[in-house]
Structures are given as structure tokens and as C-alpha cells.
T-cell receptor, first 114, second 114 residues
């Protein structure tokens, strides 16, 4: 089975720009979550998608948005980038049928905003 | 906010058992204890989880106290590749697809020394 893959692995953007990060979920997983991890901190929950709908959101502003596609892959979009958006963005997939809702994480996208 | 407290860092000699403690004094009856680890520049990796009984798998053992207010993750024979940040998380299981986010703290940095 394939794991969770994220693209790109690294990205540099300028303040004010928009960015789209992509995630392919693990085979058989229909739930995708996104996390932001600042340097030296634990990952922080952004939102989750289940069957193409957002069904949970953390404390992030509306300029963080997402999509989930019929094949369960997902995108994270961030508008009007700020310097503090520089972080590792992690995607995790799961399924209610999987062992105790265990999440499988990708290796992340390192976003640098300058 | 994370519902767990862990030491910031620990050292362990290679080949010896690593015992990582976690306090979760406000855990609810339906919440499980999960452990993940994050090796540098990778996404978090699931290790083990449990409700009230001790658990063991190919990676580690989990010892949960009878009152469930604390637990210990045991890596029986630590290797250099076990050097990572270890996160202890409490969460309820949800099989209905609704959000069941992971709330990460700052974790314990385990440094395995040769």
C-alpha cells in the first residue's frame, strides 16, 4: 500500500502571495487532516476533510482553506501569506475502518515566507 | 491545549530500555492514550495506543497506571534510530468520520547516545 505523499517538499513564497499544497492520502483512507508545525513546536490542527466536506477546523483564519477530491486527495490553500505562516505543513490520512483511527502522516511541505 | 505533560528531553544509552513518562491527569473515561514520534524532518509516526490495559507491539510497550492518570512508553532496546521527539496524546475514538483531531504538545526529545 502507498503511504501519504505531499508536494512540493519545499517552497519559498513572498509575503502577500498565495500558495497551494497537495496531499495524496494512503490507499483506502477517506479522511484527510492538515497540520501546521512551527519550528520547535508540536503540530497544530488546521482542519479535516471527510467525504469531500470540511468536518472540523482548528484556530486558523479563513485565509486557510482546503479541498478534498473524489479520490480523497486534498489541497491546502493559504491566501495573503504572512511571515508567520512559515512552517512545516503536514497532511495525515485516516479512515474510520482503520485500526483505532490511526493517522498516517506524510513527510510534509516546508513553506518559507520571505 | 494539550491534555498531557511530558519532560522536555531525555537521554538513553544505546541498547538500554528507554522509558518515557506522560501525565494525563484529566483524561476522560472514553479517551485513549496514543504515542507518536517524529524523527527530524519527517511526519509523525504512530507507535502504540491503549485505553486501560498494558499494550505491546513490535515497536514498544505502553504501561498505563490503574487510575489512568499517567503512562509510560517503553522502547525495550533503544537504537540510534530511535532518536526523535515523542508525543503523548489523549483522544477519544470516533468511528463516524467526524473530526477527531490530534492535539500535540511539545513532546519529549529522546536522544539515544552511542
Amino acid at each position: 500500500e502507498t503511504g501519504v505523499t505531499q508536494s512540493p517538499t519545499h517552497l519559498i513564497k513572498t509575503r502577500g502571495q498565495q500558495v497551494t499544497l497537495r496531499c495524496s492520502s494512503q490507499s483506502g483512507h477517506n479522511t484527510v487532516s492538515w497540520y501546521q508545525q512551527a519550528l520547535g513546536q508540536g503540530p497544530q490542527f488546521i482542519f479535516q476533510y471527510y467525504r469531500e466536506e470540511e468536518n472540523g477546523r482548528g484556530n486558523f483564519p479563513p485565509r486557510f482553506s482546503g479541498l478534498q477530491f473524489p479520490n480523497y486527495s486534498s489541497e491546502l490553500n493559504v491566501n495573503a501569506l504572512e511571515l508567520d505562516d512559515s512552517a512545516l505543513y503536514l497532511c495525515a490520512s485516516s479512515s474510520p475502518r482503520v485500526r483505532a483511527n490511526g493517522y498516517t502522516f506524510g513527510s510534509g511541505t516546508r513553506l518559507t515566507v520571505v | 491545549d494539550a491534555k498531557t505533560t511530558q519532560p522536555t528531553s531525555m537521554d538513553c544509552a544505546e541498547g538500554r530500555a528507554a522509558n518515557l513518562p506522560c501525565n494525563h491527569s484529566t483524561i476522560s473515561g472514553n479517551e485513549y492514550v496514543y504515542w507518536y514520534r517524529q524523527i527530524h524532518s519527517q511526519g509523525p509516526q504512530y507507535i502504540i495506543h491503549g485505553l486501560k490495559n498494558n499494550e505491546t507491539n513490535e515497536m514498544a510497550s505502553l504501561i498505563i497506571t490503574e487510575d489512568r492518570k499517567s503512562s509510560t512508553l517503553i522502547l525495550p532496546h533503544a537504537t540510534l534510530r530511535d532518536t526523535a521527539v515523542y508525543y503523548c496524546i489523549v483522544r477519544a475514538l470516533n468511528y463516524g468520520g467526524a473530526t477527531n483531531k490530534l492535539i500535540f504538545g511539545t513532546g519529549t526529545l529522546l536522544a539515544v547516545q552511542p
